[in-house]
């Protein structure tokens, strides 16, 4: 258990209106990322953050924005949510230090735009 | 630029029998690192088995083990004595040293059934 935790886990939205989504993690790790999965695209990274205030774009980020106010704490925010951002999201974390420095992800938020 | 390509969308398994799933990746970073996860249908991604670059031998845990080939840019997943709970979506990933800041690139996953 990589002690990472999503909320909501499940949200219906509708278009235009914004929406954010929380990454919290319990270790105090410095690298967080942000995934989108899409049925025939695997994992597609939307941002990432190696350190509080310290975020990048990925693949895919046009129409999100991320924070990263604390250590724990990883939000991305959908601005005015789209139909084409109907998705599931997984939030990572990679323990840096050991041999593999493996990410793990949380359990991930089913989101639906109307 | 890094890609993953996974050419089974699907696969079909027989309990008790041996299955390879495929990878392929590209890269120009002699320094990479290969990930496998598995994501069975209640969703959440698991991790199974990692291969660094310049490691010398296979990886292997358990049931799980990884051929690599560096030469021909490949690191399939072999799973020995297919379990029922095994049938779930394989993913692919792969990791550049360097400066990457850990991030990983995916495959498009290999679904894979275990029939009875």
């Known amino acids: 258990d990589a002690g990472i935790t999503q909320s909501p886990r499940h949200k219906v939205t509708e278009t235009g209106t914004p929406v954010t989504l929380r990454c919290h993690q319990t270790e105090n790790h410095r690298y967080m990322y942000w995934y989108r999965q899409d049925p025939g695209h695997g994992l597609r990274l939307i941002h990432y953050s190696y350190g509080v205030k310290d975020t990048d774009k990925g693949e895919v980020s046009d129409g999100y924005s991320v924070s990263r106010s604390k250590t724990e704490d990883f939000l991305l925010t959908l601005e005015s949510a789209t139909s084409s951002q109907t998705s599931v999201y997984f939030c990572a974390i990679t323990p840096v230090g050991g041999l593999t420095d493996t990410q793990y992800f949380g359990p991930g938020t089913r989101l639906t735009v109307l | 630029a890094q890609k993953i390509t996974q050419t089974q969308p699907g696969m079909f398994v027989q309990e008790k029998e041996a299955v390879t799933l495929d990878c392929t990746y590209d890269?120009?970073?002699?320094?990479?690192?290969l990930f496998w996860y598995k994501q069975p249908s209640s969703g959440e991604m698991i991790f199974l088995i990692y291969q660094g670059s310049y490691d010398q031998q296979n990886a292997t845990e358990g049931r799980y083990s990884l051929n690599f080939q560096k030469a021909r840019k490949s690191a399939n997943l072999v799973i020995s004595a297919s379990q029922l709970g095994d049938s779930a979506m394989y993913f692919c990933?792969?990791?550049?040293?360097?400066?990457?800041?850990?991030?990983?690139?995916f495959g498009k996953g290999t679904l894979l059934t275990v029939n009875p």
């Open positions: 890269t120009s970073d002699p320094s990479y690192g």
């Open positions: 990933a792969m990791r550049n040293s360097g400066g990457s800041n850990y991030k990983l690139t």
